[in-house]
T-cell receptor
């Protein structure tokens, strides 16, 4: 079974600075997706960024980027120019890529609580 | 973008009663829905996977007779917590898979408090 590990329960960053959240995973599969989700106090899960394992290029979405190291099974999230609205729980997640259907669930890490200091 | 709704958003019930939570895909057909539970300050744990028109598949340790899941249509799945107890108090989140694609969308969640 796949597992996802987030080793930083809490992180803090100064507004406008850069912060990196760590994530490692364990799998024997070669094809899969990796995600970072943000959960603000409203508890609505918001997709931040997605990475397909077969793509060597790191995904980026505006101020958010990842460092995907497939061999090391590492998937860190970098937030640049941090804003107060970035404060939230961040979950790293893994999903198998089934060739027959997309009905594979997400496996989540335990999350990292990010605080942004004004 | 695709929208998934959950109803109710927050429910308080007495111990021993049953509560039904609805998860609807508003603008797409959801062939598969996943139900997660999230305890305070913890991660999301998968409870079950339901496919339209068939029985749900439950994760190990989840009582299927206590957490009844029905996925009777392509736009609606329901989770019924039967004979609820205070330890069932949690945040329940559904996630819907859009048929014909690999895209999945979260509902906003339902907070259940059992007194």
């Amino acid at each position: 079974a796949q597992t996802v590990t987030q080793s930083q329960p809490e992180m803090s960053v100064q507004e406008a600075e850069t912060v990196t959240l760590s994530c490692t995973y364990d799998t024997s599969e070669s094809d899969y997706y990796l995600f970072w989700y943000k959960q603000p106090p409203s508890r609505q899960m918001i997709l931040v960024i997605r990475q397909e394992a077969y793509k060597q290029q790191n995904a980026t979405e505006n101020r958010f980027s990842v460092n995907f190291q497939k061999a090391a099974k590492s998937f860190s999230l970098k937030i640049s120019d941090s804003q107060l609205g970035d404060a939230a729980m961040y979950f790293c997640a893994y999903r198998s890529l089934s060739r027959n259907s997309g009905n594979t669930p997400l496996v989540f890490g335990k999350g990292t609580r990010l605080s942004v200091i004004a | 973008g695709a929208v998934v709704s959950q109803h109710p958003s927050w429910v308080i019930c007495k111990s021993g009663t049953s509560v039904k939570i609805e998860c609807r895909s508003l603008d797409f057909q959801a062939t598969t829905m996943f139900w997660y539970r999230q305890f305070p300050k913890q991660s999301l744990m998968l409870m079950a996977t339901s496919n339209e028109g068939s029985k749900a598949t439950y994760e190990q340790g989840v009582e299927k007779d206590k957490f009844l899941i029905n996925h009777a249509s392509l736009t609606l799945s329901t989770l019924t917590v039967t004979s609820a107890h205070p330890e069932d108090s949690s945040f329940y989140i559904c996630r819907a898979l859009a048929g014909g694609s690999y895209e999945q969308y979260f509902g906003p969640g339902t907070r259940l408090t059992v007194t």
